[in-house]
């Protein structure tokens, strides 16, 4: 199995717009931002709970912007 990349390690800095998708089985989440390798970049992530994605904007609300 693959190890899951976590949105917080795959971005230096995000933007403030983000999208959330509710799909039947879960969340998925939209980020764009600049990469660790000052690179920008569009990137989804999957989330199964409500409470994985409430996890994931809290980091969001922190982190370095754009």
């Not at 949105?7 to 969340?27: A, E, M, Q, R």
């Not at 199964?48 to 994931?56: A, D, I, P």
């Amino acid at each position: 199995m693959a190890k899951q990349l976590k949105l917080i390690d795959h971005f230096k800095k995000v933007n403030d717009n983000y999208i959330v998708t509710n799909c039947n089985n879960g969340f998925m989440i939209e980020v764009t931002g600049l990469d660790y390798q000052e690179g920008w970049n569009t990137a989804k992530f999957i989330y199964n709970t409500v409470e994985e994605l409430q996890s994931v904007v809290r980091d969001l609300a922190w982190m370095p912007k754009n």
